[in-house]
């Protein structure tokens, strides 16, 4: 697959599927319900374009002194929407895939990556890292991983 068509659609995934992801109750009240295993993962298949967002929470956590507790209240605050709008027409992707979104917001650093692709069914939905991407057919329909690091700033 060209490296062009891999990008283009990172950057509508990111802008597309997280975005409005981010923005929806479910996703808020599916990483408070996980916030104990630092950890969650969140299906997401907007517009056509199935994939997850992987959500590290790990920072908050050890960071300690009652960061989590501020970190739920914040959530439960809409700090997910505030963080939605974040991805417009005008968001900065960095690297050759357009794979890594850092948007700032409330006093939290969110790190968006795409580091992983889940080929379709006729291949299994295998899941393959970018290096990988050079086989794949220009007509399939790639699902996309992305990790999601929330750290506070501090």
């Keep these: ?5 891999v ?13 409005m992801c981010l923005g929806m109750r479910s996703f808020a009240h599916e990483i408070l319900e996980s916030i104990r ?9 907007s517009c056509g374009a199935p994939g ?3 959500v590290d929470i790990s920072a908050i956590k050890e960071k300690g002194y009652g960061c ?4 739920e209240t914040d959530v439960e605050n809409g700090l997910f929407v505030k ?10 992707f960095e690297g050759e895939l357009n794979e890594k979104v850092i948007i700032k ?22 899941i393959i890292t970018p290096d990988k ?8 329909k790639l699902g996309r991983v992305v990790y999601l690091i929330i750290r506070p700033l501090d």
């Design 1 to 5: 697959m060209k490296i062009e068509t």
């Design 7 to 19: 990008a283009h659609g990172n950057g509508l995934f990111l802008i597309i599927n997280v975005g």
């Design 37 to 45: 295993e630092q950890i969650a993962q969140y299906p997401t298949d």
């Design 52 to 54: 997850y967002i992987k």
């Design 68 to 71: 989590d507790e501020q970190f």
């Design 83 to 92: 963080v939605s709008y974040g991805f417009s027409s005008r968001t900065e």
């Design 105 to 126: 917001k409330d006093n939290y650093e969110f790190l968006f990556h795409i580091k992983e692709y889940e080929r379709d069914s006729a291949n299994g939905f295998e």
């Design 133 to 140: 991407l050079i086989g794949v057919p220009e007509d399939e």
